[in-house]
């Protein structure tokens, strides 16, 4: 039980930093703004920002069990995770790391057709919120896109929890969403506060995850390819 909590604070933890990324915070505070504009009341904003999160939320939760299940279906892959994931955690954390401080560049990965769907849900109000964060959360940015497949899924596929982890980051990922709505509730100065406080968090956030990933991926390395033993 306090393995599956401590990788349920770390799902969290990696939705919340998800969520303040330079790319996806930007996105969010864009999507939200302009729904705000259509709502008309700030009981409406509140409901698009919840919508919003419920999307996102419910995206990564399909993403992620669907791809974990796959995986742990097939008792070769499920074998050779269970033996080595150890051994492929250690470099690959490294990699996420150095990803996390901008050392290391990847593509970002975008769906077909999003932007005229984004564009057409964002003129619908607080009903079309849901499905903008559906659109939002599939358009993955080098930082997401590593978080998610590169930290969450190999954490959820060591915890066998396919259900609860890409649904507490997917919560995660809406935590800054909601207060960033309930401020544009209170006006554009309440959001600016909010904004600004966020982005000094996030300066102080990511790097001190990405030496952490760098730090732990070291010691694994150490410990599960050359049998050192640190302790």
Not at 20 to 29: F, G, R, W
Not at 135 to 145: D, E, M, N, R
Not at 178 to 203: C, D, H, K, M, W
């Amino acid at each position: 039980m306090s393995d599956l909590l401590a990788a349920a604070g770390s799902a969290l933890w990696l939705g919340i930093l998800t969520s303040i990324s330079p790319c996806p915070l930007a996105s969010n505070v864009a999507a939200v703004s302009y729904i705000s504009k259509h709502a008309g009341s700030s009981r409406r904003v509140w409901m698009a920002g919840a919508l919003y999160c419920l999307g996102r939320a419910l995206t990564y939760l399909a993403v992620g069990s669907v791809v974990v299940a796959s995986v742990l279906s097939l008792p070769s892959v499920s074998m050779f995770l269970q033996r080595e994931m150890n051994r492929i955690l250690g470099p690959l954390l490294v990699l996420i790391g150095l990803l996390t401080l901008g050392w290391l560049r990847l593509p970002g990965i975008t769906m077909p057709g999003t932007r005229a769907w984004q564009e057409r849900a964002a003129r619908s109000g607080p009903l079309g919120a849901g499905l903008l964060g559906i659109l939002f959360a599939l358009s993955f940015c080098p930082v997401s896109a590593g978080l998610f497949f590169g930290s969450l899924l190999p954490l959820t596929a060591a915890s066998d929890s396919p259900v609860l982890l890409p649904l507490v980051y997917g919560v995660g990922t809406g935590l800054p969403v909601a207060v960033l709505a309930l401020l544009i509730a209170g006006g554009a100065r309440a959001l600016s506060r909010g904004f600004n406080a966020i982005t000094r968090f996030e300066r102080f956030a990511r790097p001190a995850t990405g030496v952490v990933f760098i730090c732990a991926g070291i010691y694994l390395v150490l410990t599960h390819w050359f049998h050192l033993s640190l302790v």
